[in-house]
């Protein structure tokens, strides 16, 4: 019996990965719910049923997109010092590039903006280097 498309492995649901990794970037840095409630624009309630699996994040809403940039900072970070410890001492610490704490930052959507496109110029200047 040959395999159809439909019987073969079945693709992930964006919604659960990008829910799943964002509660794991969070709790790899450190980031309380509340924290987090607030860089994704959702209340502490509803983050804490994203971490027991009882909300995902919706493509068509505003947390979708913070979502993203919230994983594309962790990544970001994760790539340019190698381990979480130094990147939660980052996040935490005075950074003069952005004129402030990435960590107080993040908790708005244009601090977040800004943090993110940081990391990318930071991470592209470690590649040519």
Not at 69 to 86: A, C, K, M, P
Not at 105 to 113: N, P, R
């Amino acid at each position: 019996m040959i395999a159809t498309k439909s019987k073969l492995a079945a693709q992930p649901d964006p919604s659960s990965v990008l829910t799943k990794t964002v509660a794991r970037a969070a709790e790899r840095l450190e980031i309380s719910s509340v924290l987090l409630a607030k860089i994704l624009g959702l209340s502490p309630l509803t983050v804490t049923h994203l971490y027991n699996g009882k909300f995902k994040l919706d493509e068509r809403r505003k947390e979708w997109e913070l979502a993203l940039l919230f994983v594309r900072v962790f990544r970001s970070l994760d790539s340019i010092v190698g381990n979480e410890q130094t990147a939660r001492q980052w996040l935490n610490s005075e950074n003069e590039g952005l004129n402030g704490r990435p960590i107080d930052l993040i908790l708005q959507t244009e601090g977040l903006v800004r943090v993110a496109h940081y990391l990318d110029a930071s991470r592209g200047l470690i590649s040519y280097q």
